[in-house]
């Protein structure tokens, strides 16, 4: 038993239930959405409280919600989606960055020419302990980054950041991990550096690859795999991955394996008919429409099923 924080206030873990542990409700750039964006508030609201009941009535209960500095996270329009639905929304903090930390923090921090001790934890702590901002609403875990470029000087210094703020909460942490480059592992050396358990690191993005032995690796050293980007078949086939979880499975690792889509309800990358026609099945309502199914059809049992979506989620809090 953990409390966990949502949008609408704490819930105990076990009240957590059908859990998707990596979708975003708006990814939206705030200073493009100003100079830019044809943004109707009222509209993108509406739909968004639409697909998220729309993912409650297929049977989720849950979404873990890493858009975090760097993504656009604005909580009060969230607190205006999860006022109309019963779906909950955890909410992160963090910074999602490839390489450099934002220019707010090149001049701050340890060493740096106004030499103070690390404003990022200080953000991190304040928006786990205090809430964000003045919304009152209570980040629940932490989320980073290690891309392609690896580990440069603004990847690690964030990676620490949050592991230090992880260290003092408790707060459990995603990583955007990039498999191919099996940046997981060096996620996990740094984490671990700064005393995070392995058992509270979702290394996201490990569903893109379906290479069993690097997953295989990453589960053996405790952390939870992010199966987390189904729909997603430029990156890997929905067949791929559902055969990638089989055999994780099948080897054992069910208690380490945790699902989702990435999906989000607005994403400013893409023109949202283009996206839909390029990727059909990047929404969510694809895990519980075809890959639970396609789960069940090559053997996971119901019981396999349960501790990926239930089970796994709720542990990483508790
Ligand atoms: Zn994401």
Redesign the pocket.
């Known amino acids: 038993m953990a409390t966990v924080q949502t949008v609408k206030g704490p819930i105990d873990s076990s009240e957590l239930g059908w859990t998707l542990v990596?979708e975003?409700v708006f990814v939206l750039g705030e200073e493009y959405r100003l100079n830019y964006e044809d943004w109707d508030e009222e509209q993108k609201v509406a739909d968004a409280i639409r697909d998220l009941n729309d993912l409650k009535a297929a049977g989720i209960d849950t979404i873990f919600d890493?858009t975090v500095l760097g993504l656009g996270r604005y909580i009060p329009r969230i607190q205006k989606v999860a006022a109309e639905t019963d779906l909950n929304i955890v909410v992160a903090t963090g910074l999602y960055t490839y390489n450099d930390v934002p220019h707010q923090f090149e001049h701050r921090g340890p060493g740096l020419l106004f030499d103070q001790p690390e404003p990022l934890v200080e953000m991190f702590l304040k928006d786990i302990n205090e809430g964000i901002a003045d919304t009152g609403v209570k980040a629940a875990f932490l989320k980073c980054v290690i891309e392609e470029p690896g580990l440069t000087p603004g990847v690690e210094r964030v990676m620490r950041a949050v592991g230090q703020t992880s260290s003092q909460t408790g707060a459990p942490v995603t990583v955007?991990t990039n498999p191919h480059t099996r940046s997981g592992l060096v996620a996990q050396k740094v984490l671990g550096e700064e005393g995070v358990d392995p058992a509270k690191i979702v290394l996201?993005h490990s569903g893109d690859s379906d290479d069993i032995d690097y997953l295989s690796e990453l589960a053996e050293n405790g952390s939870l795999l992010g199966m987390d980007r189904f729909g997603l078949d430029v990156y890997l086939s929905t067949e791929k991955r559902v055969d990638t979880i089989v055999e994780l499975v099948r080897r054992g690792y069910v208690e380490k394996i945790t699902l989702a889509h990435?999906a989000s309800c607005f994403i400013d990358y893409f023109d949202p008919k283009a996206k839909a026609e390029v990727q059909p099945n990047w929404n969510f309502r694809h895990i519980p429409e075809d890959v639970l199914p396609m789960l069940l059809e090559k053997g996971v049992s119901e019981d396999d099923i349960d501790t990926m979506l239930v089970k796994n989620p709720r542990r990483y809090f508790e």
């Open positions: 990596h975003h890493p955007h996201g990435d």
